[in-house]
């Protein structure tokens, strides 16, 4: 059986490696739009990895206030 620690530990890394995917993706998106490739496809595209990471975001900050942890 896994300890609650560590169970907690494995979803903040499994939510860092999210969060991280999102970022490197935006990263490449933001490159389309600022070089004018396919551009309304890259801006909607950027828009929902930006909703995803707040998505992300907000999660982790709930995760630690359950289980009463600083984020």
């Given at each position: 059986?896994?300890?609650?620690?560590?169970?907690?530990?494995r979803?903040?890394?499994?939510?860092?490696?999210?969060?991280?995917?999102?970022?490197?993706?935006?990263?490449?998106?933001q490159?389309?739009?600022?070089?004018?490739?396919?551009?309304?496809?890259?801006?909607?595209?950027?828009?929902?990895?930006?909703?995803?990471?707040?998505?992300?975001?907000e999660?982790?900050?709930?995760?630690?206030?359950?289980?009463?942890?600083?984020?």
């Amino acid at each position: 059986m896994i300890e609650p620690t560590q169970e907690a530990a494995r979803r903040e890394l499994d939510l860092a490696e999210a969060e991280l995917a999102v970022l490197k993706q935006e990263l490449v998106l933001q490159h389309l739009v600022d070089t004018g490739e396919p551009t309304e496809e890259a801006r909607m595209g950027l828009a929902r990895l930006r909703d995803v990471a707040t998505r992300l975001s907000e999660g982790r900050h709930t995760d630690a206030e359950a289980t009463g942890e600083a984020a």
